[in-house]
């Protein structure tokens, strides 16, 4: 008997805000649980099916939170439901989906949902360890001389917030400067990367466009009583020799600028999984099916950042049981053009094959044509836990929207990590 498999049933992720802006008054519960109650209600079903919720987050509130389960009290949905926060970086979101495959597979549960959330604008400033120190013994003073004793020590710079930063805690780097480091390293151009972020932008653009994103993106009201009803960093009027004008951003020789990298993002997605044979039982008709799921990792002092994906890509498509020349559609997670691109050559290079994994031929040819075919995070966003179950949206729907079968989706994350799935569509 064949083992039943796990399908996407359907899926929500609200429109991708550049943080502090429209969704900055929106916490990172609030976010989720637009795209928890919004998955459960576009699948048709009774909450009462969904057995169990993985979210992912990265920039997690500091007091510790579990999002995933604030997120569904946020949602309306009921609270007898376990929630779990996982964080795999910028492949949280694949992860909470991984994760709760996993219990279909093996019989724990029969239907849950995976996502993410980030709330960049939620992130708060940091304090030393000595001004933390300070305040805590300032708490538990038990005498009035103690108290004294102790705010005679206070200094102004005891007050100094450090900036929440997003840097790799083993090399010390921000994600930037290893992926300029990277761009350099496989000889990535500065116009390359900035033809590569024009042809993003002009690409969601289109999407938005003719209609695509309303297949899966949900109008979000604020707090102060707007409707936010589109990603809002796709430009349509940019120009190559606008982005040529810009800075490199994390070193003065550098070719990253603000136009070629993913921005600081709040947003959320959500998708609805199930066993095939439940999703049969109550009708359903699902988007696809997730073939297969792997992850790899580099060591850091050897490899590129963001090199991981081209490692995972040929374990997934051993586990899916395909080729790359089976691929209709190919989803990268854009952090920035120059680790797409280096990617990319990673990808299409021979003898990069032969020295990292061992194997006499390229992993595959990129064909651009089938290639973030809608745009991807350079001009969506990248609200770093939700990144993953929007590009599993993204995929099915335009493997649906095309009349083809198979993607594959590819995700680096910090860390030294990449993410890869190969998902299918079921036709209707």
């Keep these: 008997m064949a083992q039943d498999r796990v399908v996407v049933v359907n899926g929500a992720r609200t429109p991708f805000c550049r943080a502090r802006g429209s969704f900055k008054k929106m916490p990172a519960s609030a976010l989720g649980g637009v795209v928890l109650r919004e998955s459960v209600a576009r699948a048709g079903v009774d909450p009462s099916v969904i057995e169990e919720i993985y979210f992912g987050i990265v920039s997690a509130p500091s007091e510790g939170t579990n999002v995933s389960r604030e997120a569904l009290f946020d949602s309306g949905l009921p609270p007898t439901i376990p929630a779990t926060t996982v964080n795999r970086y910028c492949a949280s979101a694949a992860e909470a989906a991984t994760g709760i495959m996993a219990k279909i597979l093996s019989g724990q549960i029969q239907a849950g949902i995976a996502g993410g959330v980030e709330s960049i604008s939620s992130v708060r400033a940091l304090f030393s360890q ?48 290893s992926a300029d480091l990277m761009a350099r390293l496989f000889q990535v151009s500065r116009e390359e990367q900035d033809r590569f972020a024009l042809e993003s932008h002009q690409k969601a653009h289109a999407a938005w466009e003719r209609g695509f994103y309303r297949s899966h993106v949900v109008p979000v009201g604020t707090p102060d009583g707007k409707v936010v009803d589109r990603d809002t960093d796709v430009r349509a009027d940019t120009t190559l020799e606008k982005l040529a004008t810009l800075k490199p951003v994390f070193y003065k020789d550098g070719t990253i600028t603000a136009a070629n990298a993913s921005p600081l993002t709040d947003g959320a997605s959500a998708v609805l999984l199930m066993s095939e044979s439940r999703a049969r039982e109550l009708g359903l008709k699902p988007l696809g099916v997730i073939r297969a799921s792997a992850v790899a990792a580099v060591d850091l002092q050897k490899e590129p950042l963001l090199i991981g994906p081209a490692f995972a890509i040929p374990k997934a498509l051993k586990q899916a049981g395909v080729s790359w020349q089976n691929l209709d559609l190919i989803e990268m997670h854009e952090a920035f053009a120059a680790q797409a691109l280096a990617t990319i050559r990673a990808i299409e290079s021979r003898e990069w094959a032969r020295e990292k994994l061992g194997q006499d031929q390229a992993i595959g040819q990129v064909d651009l044509s089938r290639f973030n075919v809608n745009g991807g995070s350079i001009p969506i966003g990248h609200p770093f836990g939700a990144t993953g179950g929007r590009m599993i949206l993204q995929t099915l729907h335009e493997l649906h929207a095309r009349k083809k079968s198979l993607g594959l989706i590819s995700i680096c994350a910090a860390g030294g990590m990449g993410q890869v799935m190969i998902v299918e569509a079921i036709s209707t």
């Excluded at 300032?138 to 102790?150: C, E, I, K, N, V």
């Design 130 to 177: 000595e001004a933390t120190d300070f305040f805590q013994d300032l708490m538990r003073a038990r005498t009035p001389g103690q108290r004294l004793g102790l705010l005679a020590k206070f200094r102004p710079g005891h007050l100094a917030p450090h900036a929440p930063g997003i840097k790799e805690p083993t090399t010390g780097l921000s994600m930037g400067q």
